[in-house]
């Protein structure tokens, strides 16, 4: 069996093993190691299957090896490592994050805003969206 192949049957059960955040604390981390490898893969897609098992386990040791998949010379691998980071919600990833909304493709830099709105979290909005509230809100005669 070669590399590639291996990395993808790594890819391929860890996906199969996650399904929610609470489950993150079972992955060995050796699963987690092993696609951090995969990271680094002569194959573009072993990388960008990687990455996205990385955020299906959404371990925060994986954070870094995604940080740095964020120099990946392939758009998708760049995509699928900000939405994993995205997933994963770290604060640590804040600076890459904001450095790849300078990215040359729109959509890496679409993601990146994507995930930094994650890890801020868009819920609510924002709660105060006139930073100078009129106190007295009655309408005023002209």
Known sequence: MSTSAK?????VLASTFVCSRADAQTVPAATVA???????????????????ALGRIRSEQSVDPLIAALRDSDQEV??????????????????ALTAALKDSNIEVRRSAAQALAQIYGSGGGNPNPNPNPNPNPRPRPF
């Open 78 to 95: 760049r995509k699928q490592a900000i939405w994993a980071i995205g997933r994963i919600r770290s604060p640590k990833a804040v600076d």
């Open 34 to 52: 092993a696609l951090a490898d995969a990271l680094k893969d002569s194959d573009a897609d072993v990388r960008r299957q990687a990455a996205w």
């Open 7 to 11: 990395i993808l049957a790594v890819v």
